[in-house]
């Protein structure tokens, strides 16, 4: 696993890694894949929810890394980059089996539920947690797993997830309060 502490220091290696990727450098993609495989797969296991599909979509999001590094043009971090490709392929992967909702509503409330350490605090051990967190709807999880998990900023889960970063805060607005209702009364309704 990725020590997520390095997070802010990678950009400038992963920026370079991509430029070399660009110039078909392996050993760049070897690097690069072996740094972000990890987190391209958390991000979409629980989106798919079938471990062989899961693994098939990393291997296409990082083949899709290879093909479009020369085409990266650094409006957003190469994490966030890949990301987006990573959703996506999730996205197209979702569509062909015909088991997505397109449209759901999201409230734009402002974020003012309890601070991730409180949510987390709440859960007395690991085990409760991810069954919480697995019971709450697709996107939330989504938003919750990038903000928390990955490190990211609201303004970079909205890249992500190609909806407004009012959508984001919305989201995880309503998943930490049923993540908290979950935790505290032993979950979701």
């Not at 290696?13 to 972000?36: C, F, N, P, V, W």
């Not at 402002?110 to 069954?131: F, I, S, T």
């Not at 998990?149 to 049923?178: D, F, Q, W």
């Amino acid at each position: 696993m990725t020590d997520q502490s390095t997070l802010p220091k990678r950009e400038p290696q992963d920026a370079a890694l991509l430029a070399r990727i660009g110039q078909g450098d392996m050993s760049a993609m070897k690097t690069l894949y072996e740094y972000h495989a990890d987190a391209v797969a958390r991000f979409v296991r629980p989106r798919v929810r079938d471990a062989a599909e899961a693994d098939d979509i990393v291997h296409d999001t990082m083949l899709s890394v290879w093909r479009g590094a020369a085409g990266f043009q650094g409006r957003s971090s190469v994490r966030s980059w890949i990301l987006t490709l990573a959703r996506n392929k999730t996205v197209d992967h979702i569509r062909k089996q015909a088991r997505v909702t397109l449209s759901e509503a999201d409230d734009a409330r402002v974020d003012d539920a309890p601070n991730p350490e409180a949510v987390m605090g709440a859960a007395q051990d690991a085990a409760r947690l991810r069954a919480c967190l697995d019971k709450l709807p697709d996107r939330q999880r989504a938003a919750i797993h990038l903000a928390f998990y990955e490190e990211m900023s609201c303004a970079e889960v909205a890249v992500v997830e190609n909806v407004p970063e009012g959508t984001v805060k919305s989201r995880i607005y309503h998943a930490k309060k049923l993540l908290m209702r979950c935790l505290s009364r032993g979950g979701l309704k």
